[in-house]
């Protein structure tokens, strides 16, 4: 019954440490049963089937050895809406919506072009065009598989006729005198030798920003500033402890003005705005 696997799950999924068991235990079974959860809660003493069993224990096999429930599920939430992720794909994390929130406030009236660098699922760009409906973009990623996720991602989410999806390194793909009222990027920034062991399953040049997390920081604020428009903005998402050596870089670069930083809920610096002089 649906009950007992779930609380031999969550037992199964607690002694291998793995955090908040019981929501994990399940969003694996509906996932396994092809329904979601509430209907588990609905139907509490439903039998389950042989091969449904099967499959709910290679789920639970693969997630004690690391495999994230992102993976498994092929899918994963931000801003409300369901993106497709894999492997070969960063998956979308909640701290991200905030570089949506500052990006949003930074548009103005007339409708915006807008260029991510590094789109990864697509999560970025494709919930700005959801969110302000004038807009067009332009999302850049040097990965093969991961620009795969965001084409199918704003086919999935109806944005494909306002988005370009292109690979490339930074601002390679951008056309010659293409320009954006807005560039945003959540580029690679751990520093190679500190990236933890929980990331194994996702690819490394999502967040190896090279010796001292700011190597592609150093790139982006060198280019960006020539494909924004005037007063144009330039979003970051930056990591724990970027702050200092962004400010060290920034100050070679007076095409921008002061930098703002804003904190996310934790407290940390999360994001940076610079507006194009
Ligand atoms: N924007 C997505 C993904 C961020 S991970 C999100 O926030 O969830 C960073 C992405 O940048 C990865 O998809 C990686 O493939 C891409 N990337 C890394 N270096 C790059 C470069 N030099 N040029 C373009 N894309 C790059």
Not at 189 to 212: M, N, Q, T, V
């Amino acid at each position: 019954m649906i009950r007992d696997l779930i609380s031999e799950a969550e037992r199964f999924l607690g002694e291998q440490n793995i955090p908040a068991p019981r929501l994990e235990a399940d969003v694996l079974l509906a996932h396994a049963l092809q329904t979601d959860r509430i209907e588990l809660y609905k139907n509490p003493d439903r039998k389950i089937g042989g091969a449904e069993s099967e499959v709910f224990h290679m789920l639970l096999e693969q997630r004690t050895s690391g495999v994230p429930t992102a993976y498994l599920r092929g899918k994963k939430e931000f801003f409300s809406r369901m993106f497709q992720v894999g492997p070969g794909v960063l998956i979308p994390r909640a701290e991200t919506e905030f570089i949506v929130e500052e990006g949003l406030r930074q548009l103005g009236a007339s409708p915006p072009h807008i260029l991510d660098i590094g789109t990864g699922s697509g999560a970025i760009l494709i919930t700005l065009l959801l969110e302000r409906c004038d807009a067009t973009g332009l999302g850049t990623d040097k990965s093969p598989a991961a620009l795969d996720f965001a084409v199918k991602n704003s086919e999935l989410l109806g944005v494909k006729n306002r988005i370009r999806c292109a690979k490339g390194n930074f601002f390679e793909p951008v056309e010659k005198d293409e320009k954006f009222d807005l560039i945003v990027s959540n580029p690679p920034y751990i520093p190679s030798d500190k990236i933890p062991e929980e990331l194994r399953f996702e690819p490394k040049e999502a967040f190896d920003g090279g010796p001292d997390g700011l190597r592609d920081y150093r790139e982006i604020i060198a280019g960006a500033f020539k494909f924004l428009k005037p007063n144009g903005h330039l979003v970051l998402e930056i990591g724990i402890d970027n702050r200092p050596g962004l400010d060290q870089i920034l100050s070679a670069y007076p095409q921008y003005e002061k930098p703002i930083y804003k904190k996310d809920l934790a407290g940390i610096d999360r994001v940076i705005i610079l507006k194009k002089r």
